[in-house]
């Protein structure tokens, strides 16, 4: 066996911790799934938002629209109670347990894939649905807060958001103790990023407030928008997370270093 693996405890044959079926499985997948939901919904919206979106008392909005927002709703939050019992579950159970170089290196690839996907809901949630919003309130006319753009957006990939926010942590606080450990403090990028899904979240009832009792129409600067800006800086809290497991990386490789430094002078001494 090659020495670096053998110091990484990587066994031979195994998907090393960065290859593509390795540690950046979690990303394509939680990636890919992400995408499919959105073009679902978004195929959705074509088919039926001028069929039956229009009329929130009909019948036609109630089968096609009020039926996917509490589908939404219960899928999102079976998700969250799923995911998260897994992952305090399982996590509890591997604290004691010994951490080869080669492992943390791959839950740092799957953390790092996890924040991927929540960058990617949070640009779908941000970016994407808010242009069609914009562009569809300020032709139609809105008689409820469950538009056919809402609610693909607020209630959907804004709860989202926070539910991957969240599980981010929750994975790095049982998996990666030595960067996100019970002994160390709460750490400022999860708050930051958790505060960024927390309050676009909740930016929600204050958007739909204004517009309901302030300004009907949709322009984009409009003072109850202006907590938005807030989101996206606080959103930067992504970046202190890589920031912080690239030091781990950092410190793995020299303890790696200094296992294998003394196999490699006795072998070539031999």
Request: glycine letters at 8%; charged letters at 15%.
């Amino acid at each position: 066996m090659d020495s670096t693996l053998e110091a990484m405890g990587l066994e031979e044959g195994r998907y090393r911790p960065t290859d593509w079926l390795g540690g950046w499985k979690t990303l394509f997948w939680s990636c890919g799934l992400l995408l499919l939901a959105n073009v679902f919904l978004w195929v959705w919206d074509y088919k039926y938002a001028f069929t039956a979106g229009l009329n929130s008392n009909s019948h036609e909005f109630t089968l096609r629209y009020r039926t996917l927002f509490w589908g939404e709703l219960l899928t999102v939050g079976a998700f969250a109670g799923i995911w998260y019992g897994w992952l305090v579950r399982t996590g509890r159970a591997l604290l004691n347990t010994e951490i080869t170089p080669a492992e943390e290196v791959r839950r740092i690839a799957v953390l790092w894939g996890i924040i991927g996907a929540t960058s990617l809901s949070l640009y779908i949630e941000a970016s994407f649905w808010p242009n069609w919003d914009g562009a569809w309130h300020q032709t139609m006319v809105r008689d409820t807060a469950l538009t056919p753009t809402h609610i693909p957006m607020f209630y959907f990939f804004f709860p989202l958001s926070v539910v991957l926010a969240l599980g981010a942590y929750l994975y790095g606080r049982f998996r990666i103790p030595a960067v996100y450990g019970a002994d160390k403090v709460f750490p400022w990028s999860f708050f930051l990023l958790i505060a960024a899904a927390v309050l676009e979240f909740v930016q929600v009832a204050f958007n739909e407030w204004g517009h309901s009792l302030w300004l009907s129409e949709e322009f984009f600067a409009v003072p109850f928008h202006w907590p938005f800006v807030t989101y996206g800086w606080l959103a930067g809290g992504m970046f202190a997370v890589w920031g912080e497991t690239i030091l781990r990386l950092f410190d793995i490789e020299k303890a790696i270093r200094v296992v294998e430094l003394p196999r490699q002078t006795a072998a070539a001494g031999s």
